[in-house]
C-alpha cells in the first residue's frame, strides 16, 4: 500500500500513471484521498486526472463511491465530468441516480460522460432508472432528450415502445426524432414498424429518414423489405446508402426472395 501511495505522490508521469492504475484495487481510504486529490488538481493532465476518477470507480469503496457522487455534483464542469466518468464503474442506485440526473446537465461533455456510463449498467438502468428516463424524453433540451431515448432503445423493455413512438412522430426536432427512431430500431420491437415507415416515407430531414431505415433494418417486420424497397428512390443519397445497407441486413437475416 505504501508503494502506490508513493506513487501517487511521484513527479515523474510514468510512475503516477501506474499507481493510478494499481489503486483501483484498493480500498485504502489514504490511497482514496489521494486519487481524489489528482481528480481535483488543476496541475494534472486531464488524462491522469480521467484515469484517477475512473480508478475511484473501481476501489468498491463506499467512500469512494460517495466522493464520485460529490463530484458529479460540483459547481466546477469538469469535476462533474469527471465524477459521472468515474461512477460509470459503481452500480449503485446513488451512481444511477447522479448518472441520470447528469443527463440534464448544461453541460454536453457531461451529459455524454454520463450516457456513456450508464450504457455499461443497462441492467441497473432498467430495474431502477426506466421512469426518469421516461420523463427524460419530455425533457425541454432535444441533446437531453436524446440520450434518454437511446439508454431505452438499449433497455430492451417494452415500456419504451410508445413513448418512443410518439417522441418519433411529433418531437419538434430533428435530433430528437433521428434518435427516437434509432432507439426503436435498438429496442426491435415490430410494434415500431408503422411509425417507423412513415417518417421514412415522409419526414422532411434526411437524417430522420434515414435513421428509420436503419431501425427498420434491424427490426425486421415482415413488411419491412417492402417499404425499404419503395425508399430507394429517395432524392438523398445518404438516405438511399442507409436504405441498401438496411436491405442487406435483412437479405442477411433470410429475409431476401
Known sequence: MDSILAGLNDDDESILKRAIASAGDSQDDEVVSRLRDIVKDDDKPDGRREEAAAALGRCGNERAAALLVELAHDGNPKLREYGVLGLGGVESRES??????????????VRNVAERSLLGMTDLVRRHGMETLLELLDHPA????????RLLGQSGDDRALDP???????DEEWLGRTWAASALGDLGSGGAFDALADRLANDEKNRVRAAAAEALGRIRHERSEAVLKSALEDDDEGVQKAVREALQSLGTAGFED
Open 142 to 149: 432535444p441533446l437531453t432528450r436524446s440520450p434518454a431515448a
Open 164 to 170: 418512443l413512438v410518439a417522441m418519433l412522430q411529433s
Open 96 to 109: 444511477l441516480n447522479a448518472l441520470l440526473a447528469a443527463l440534464s446537465d448544461r453541460v454536453n461533455t
